[in-house]
C-alpha cells in the first residue's frame, strides 16, 4: 500500500509563490508516474502536472505552463511543484497522484491508483 501525504499549502498574494510536496511511503513504490491535480470550489478536479517517475518526463496544464514546475527526488520519495506567478484562479485543493503500471495517459485521473487528502492553496487578489 502506498500513502501521499502532501504539504505546502496556503494563503498567497497574487504574484507571489509556493511550493508544494508530496511525500510517498510504502513498501514497494515504483510508479510509472506521478502527477497534480487540483479541484476548485464548485468546480472539477483538472490536471496540473505530472512527471514520470524514472525519466522525469514532465508533462503541463496550458493554464499552469510556465509558470508550475513538477520535480521529484527519487531518493526520497517526494514530489514537488513550484508554483510562481500564482494568480487568483489558481485557488484550489491541490492534491498529489501516483499510479503503478501505466495504463493511459498521465493526464488523465483514472491513471492514477494512489491519492492524497490534498492541500489547499488559496491565492489573494
Known amino acids: 500500500q502506498v500513502q501521499l501525504v502532501e504539504s505546502g499549502g496556503g494563503l498567497v498574494q497574487a504574484g507571489g509563490s509556493l511550493r508544494l510536496s508530496c511525500a510517498a511511503s510504502?513498501?514497494?513504490?515504483?510508479?510509472?508516474?506521478m502527477g497534480w491535480f487540483r479541484q476548485g470550489l464548485g468546480k472539477e478536479r483538472e490536471f496540473v502536472a505530472a512527471?514520470?517517475?524514472?525519466?522525469?518526463?514532465?508533462y503541463y496544464a496550458d493554464s499552469v505552463k510556465g509558470r508550475f514546475t513538477i520535480s521529484r527526488d527519487s531518493a526520497t520519495n517526494t514530489m514537488y511543484l513550484q508554483m510562481n506567478s500564482l494568480k487568483p484562479e489558481d485557488t484550489a485543493v491541490y492534491f498529489c497522484?501516483?499510479?503503478?503500471?501505466?495504463?493511459?495517459?498521465?493526464?488523465?485521473?483514472?491513471?492514477?491508483?494512489?491519492w492524497g487528502q490534498g492541500t489547499q492553496v488559496t491565492v489573494s487578489s
Open positions: 512527471i514520470t517517475w524514472t525519466g522525469g518526463i514532465t
Open positions: 497522484a501516483a499510479d503503478s503500471p501505466r495504463r493511459g495517459s498521465v493526464r488523465r485521473d483514472d491513471e492514477y491508483d494512489y
Open positions: 510504502g513498501r514497494t513504490f515504483s510508479p510509472y508516474a
